[in-house]
């Protein structure tokens, strides 16, 4: 693994990092926020997933979530959206391929070859993490993202909850199954067999028996992809179905931007810190 | 004038504006954040000056400021750093031209047609605003900025004491007579007459007369460009000699960046606002 940026902000550090992932079998670029901390110090994780199009960067620069990750001391790792480099695969859609990997991992042609996010964020990263990282208190890990990175924190969560003690999410993909965003990307990196894209599903996940106790979702209420794409109604009745605690906050006037990201992230990462004293 | 952008952030509105300017002779771009406020209510509002290469966009994207300014009810504008367009002059240096204007108004060919940062900032723009935006509370101002935006900040203070209650800046070019940025500019844009220089020097303002009561500055330590064109030393001597009350806050480990910027932009938003109640 290779340092390629570092920053004093915030009373801590903001690095950039770059290593060769076995799994995506491309160089990965990921970014890590570790607040000021007494020598020996643990510290929780908080994971955040980024959204179509979007790398490390976006929330890096634009997230705002610095002084509220010093003021509760967790660390904020924000890792790219898909593999990267002139040898993978891409599409000329924004939705698709480069910075679209769904974090799923793909087992169709020609994207199962490097398409490997689920694998890679559940597995291989957090692995290097607590080998790199060793202030990273891994049995206190929370989860969170946007948009596609929402539908990623809501299924790994759903699918690990042994591991993410704190679930959230902003504006996601609740169920890709039923919005075309996820019908086209899940048709293309796991085929036509819709059965196998129900451990992608947020409300799919519920529906057949994951559970988390509590979930915390900002939306914002003029976001233009509400109504075709990213559908939090559905996530309403499927919690609402089985027991599950969810708050979802419909924010008036805000949209699908980081304007609005930025506005609630410190909200979400009060209420992980809670959650992963 | 022509809103470009909109966003709701942080319970206000951020807007991106366009403009014809009659000082500069091109359309011009600026950015405004007016926090969450009650109808008729007068708001104090924050200039924020922006340094080279800069056009609004990176301080409005990476500066941090909305919560603060929301929870303080400052509006906070940043303006563009130059004229922009194919028929403005330019210079292959980042230092200089585009993205360079020094918030001088040039007297020398080929600049002196278009590059009138001073007269832009100091009265086109707050007219335009003080009709544009009926909550903005013209009899208190305060001004900031970042490095180039740090001088301007500060010598248009010094120069506008009835109209700027509180000036403050971060990384600021103190003495443009006494760094290469400085000598390069001045002499291109004013000429070689180094005594018109000092109506743009910080320390030279400040040694011919021109008072404010207090002064706040934030320095990164480990900013690259501390020694040889900074030179905070040169106006703690400044200060010293005439008795203004400058608060020198040299920050550790913190560089150029807006890493440090955001991270200590809220303090002074904070100090401003106490100065602007």
Redesign the interface.
Known sequence: MERIEQ?????GT?GVYRHDSKTTGTAMTFSVFIPGHEDGAQLPVIWYLSGLTCTHSNVT??G?F??ACAEHGVIFIAPDTSPRGEDVADDEAYDFGKGAGFYVDATQDPWAKNFRMKSYIETELPTLTAKQFPMADMKRQGITGHSMGGHGALTIGLRNPERFRSVSAFSPIVSPLNCPWGEKALGAYLGEDRSAWRAHDACALIADGHRVDQLLVDQ?A?DKFLTDQLKPDLLEKACADVGIALTLNM?????H????V??FL?DHIAWHAARLK
């Open positions: 920053y004093n902000t915030h009373g903001q620069e634009k705002e610095r002084a914002g003029a924010r008036e006037g805000y949209d931007s980081y304007y609005f930025s506005t410190a």
